[in-house]
């Protein structure tokens, strides 16, 4: 599958913690710093998340602000 | 300010290209990467942003998927 | 790739206006009625999205409303 | 209330999971296929949703993204 | 229609700006203080939206965020 | 910090309702109405919020849609 959302960066899950409904993954990025995703417990066990496993995190463009500082 | 949204990444504007409305901000990473951001024209000039400023990506959390191989 | 975003509706690309940094997707499900889609113009022109072209429409999970008549 | 989010597709609850702030509720479209949504378990109260309820997902224009094979 | 996004400020149309693809409407809040939307242009098409119209802003709880000082 | 989310709106802390990833934040406007909040139970506690403080709700302008009667 090829996806629109242009944003794909490559990471390892670093952290779960879930919920009753959602789960927060922790993803250290392969370059450096941490993303955190808030996604469904459902899709935490659909793609078999476990700390350690490779992973991508994908953001849609409009999801994206910029700051300054 | 400080901000709920927990992921703040810091790059550079590597590209600017300005519609009517939106603007679509390529960021790229410090820790390597890039990420696209599509934002509002009138935030590109409030923050002042050009090629090669300084800035961060930031995303709220319940806007960041995970996918794998 | 396997994604988070679990609801991925098939469908054909039904029109396509482009802007200068969106286009709009107009998608006629394969189940009927149909979805428009803002996403940038770099991504029509990387999936190389065409009139007809078999697609899914994809959408995660917490951007998904519920309203009653 | 006529509404600018212009994706709107008919549907019936299929089933709804409450955790303590969000609700996953599974909607089983008019037209075939699943759509999942997360809301708050408030907006589930204010809506009196419940399993075989007739109802509308309703996703904003900015939200959709698009996948090829 | 009664939506689950909960919240809904009512306001007045102060300014439209349109693009090709999507439009910015300033709206000026009945309680003071002003949000900015970025729609389809269509959308402001189907909405009949013009400066002084008495309108709701409609936002997703998952899409707000916090700042503090 | 300067963000390029445009939406910035005063008021306080109402209430905190806690689950096990998210939070839902009550925010009375200064100007009137309330929003709700859905944020990671992380922020709520980053942030040090509790109820009666003051706070800014911030929302990126293509999250924001527009109703009529």
Not at 12 to 30: F, H, M, Q, R, S
């Amino acid at each position: 599958m090829k996806l629109s959302a242009r944003n794909q960066l490559p990471g390892k899950v670093k952290d779960i913690k879930e919920g009753v409904v959602t789960a927060e993954v922790v993803i250290a990025l392969d370059g450096g710093g941490e993303l955190t995703a808030v996604i469904t417990k459902r899709s935490v066990e659909n793609l078999g998340l476990a700390v350690g496993k490779k992973i991508y995190a994908v953001i849609k463009s409009t999801e994206v602000m910029v700051a300054t500082d």
